[in-house]
Structure formats: C-alpha cells, structure tokens
C-alpha cells in the first residue's frame, strides 16, 4: 500500500503507527529515502499514525543508503531504526563475530551523529539470537543510542526453556523496542521446522512476557509482525484476510498489554 492507502487501513483497526520498512522491497526503497521518505512520514503523521521506527538491512556505515536514510530518518524525527542481520558462517564464529562488531559499530556511531537510536533485533540463526553472543559488543556502545528490538518469538526458539527469559533480563536495561509474532515447531518431511501463526497458537509464553516487560517499566514502541500465511486467491480478497488478521492480532496484544500494564493500556 502506498502511504495514504496504509493510513486509511490502519488506522480504524486502531493501530498508533506503522514500523516502516526502508529496505529492497519494502515501502521506501533505500536509495530513494531522500527523496521519498518525508512525504510518505508526512501523509502517514496527515492520517493520524506515528513513526516509531524504521526497519532497515544497513549491515555497515559503508553502505552508500546508510547515511541518506539515517540522516533522513534523524532531520524528520524518527526516533528509532532495526539494522540488517549480520550472518554466521559457522566456520570460525569468533572472528565472524568480530567482523559483525566492527560493522555495528561504524553504523552505531553514523546513527549516533544522525540522532537516530538503534535497536538491535535478535533473530533466531543470525548473530546475536542468544542476545549473549552480541551483549559483549552492545555494552560497549552508549546506551543513549545504542540497544536492543527485542523479538521473544525468536528468543523463544533459541531457548524455549529457560533461554528466553535469561534473553528478555539481559536486554531489559537497554530495551529499545519490541517485535510480536508467535510460532510452533512442526514436524515435517524434511524434519522439524518453525511454522509461524497468530499470536497466541504457538509457543510464545505472552502472559509471562508481558509480566516482565511490564515490571521492567518498558514504555517503548511495540511492532506487530505478521508472517503466517493468510489465504486469499484474488489480491483484493488476500488484502482484507490481512487486515481481518491484524485486527485480531491487535485485541490479543492489547488483551496481553492491558493485563500486564492495566487497563489504562
């Protein structure tokens, strides 16, 4: 959807904002943020949503897009922005990590001059998905700028047991933001794989989450991800079963939120 169109949409299903993706296929293209981005904020503000954050695939202060979004993201008042996943190669992990720190750093510093904060996403198969493995090099940067986007369905896959939760008290000091969506394990022919679903058919413990966060006192921006399939044959058909599931996702989150923080939530 372009900007006007999303705003209509989102707005009546009573969403606060939009996560806005500024990355190859998504609503802003990278190399056009300049240009691009401050009219699609502007419309989205116009129709009464905020922009908490943007997701990116920046890896590197190197990559020519970095400094045009970042610099875009700072001057038009968005507060927060999701980087790329940096990969293992599962060769020789330390230096792998090394590599990924020196790349995060450069782009901490370039996000820091820009006025943009980063928030780190831990995503399940990539650096920092057990968050320790990344919690070394995040405590070096200023923690003014520099945390955590906190994904507990990803948590939950690293450590299903007591894993996740050892995750959710390490990043709590310098949580930035929250990622939500939910999935199971299933056991297929090509043996068991993660299958995502809506929120609360799958794994993620939300009541406990939610009790944490809320103790923690975490008043930062929560991003609803949906990537389970949504059936629908013709697109019109396809985009009101996606709007019909977020709607649904949205009262289970704000159910979850308002035990957890009050009714006032």
């Known amino acids: 959807?372009?900007?006007?169109r999303l705003a209509r949409a989102l707005k009546p299903l009573g969403f606060g904002g939009v996560d806005l993706t500024v990355r190859p296929g998504g609503h802003v293209k990278p190399e056009r943020a300049s240009a691009d981005l401050p009219p699609f904020l502007r419309t989205l503000r116009d129709g009464g949503l905020e922009v908490p954050l943007i997701t990116t695939a920046l890896l590197s202060a190197d990559d020519p897009t970095a400094r045009p979004i970042l610099e875009t993201a700072g001057r038009d008042r968005v507060p927060f922005f999701?980087?790329?996943y940096y990969r293992y190669a599962f060769v020789d992990v330390r230096k792998e990590l090394e590599d990924a720190a020196a790349q995060l750093r450069g782009l901490a510093e370039l996000s820091t001059r820009c006025g943009v904060q980063l928030g780190f996403h831990n995503h399940a198969g990539y650096v920092g998905a057990p968050v320790w493995d990344v919690a070394r090099i995040?405590?070096?940067l200023d923690p003014r700028w520099v945390g955590y986007y906190f994904d507990v369905r990803h948590a939950v896959v690293e450590g299903g047991d007591g894993g996740w939760r050892a995750a959710q008290s390490?990043?709590?000091?310098r949580l930035k933001m929250i990622a939500v969506k939910d999935f199971f394990w299933e056991k297929t022919a090509k043996g068991w794989?993660?299958?995502n679903c809506p929120l609360g058919e799958g794994m993620v413990p939300w009541k406990a989450f939610f009790a944490v966060l809320a103790r923690s006192g975490f008043q930062g921006p929560v991003s609803l991800h949906m990537e389970y399939e949504i059936v629908g044959g013709a697109p019109a058909a396809r985009e009101e079963n996606t709007l019909a599931a977020a709607a649904r996702d949205l009262a289970f989150l704000n159910a979850r939120l308002a035990e957890a923080y009050g009714s006032s939530t």
């Open 193 to 195: 794989q993660q299958r």
């Open 138 to 140: 995040i405590d070096g």
């Open 1 to 4: 959807m372009d900007a006007a």
């Open 82 to 84: 999701k980087p790329g």
């Open 170 to 173: 390490l990043v709590a000091p």
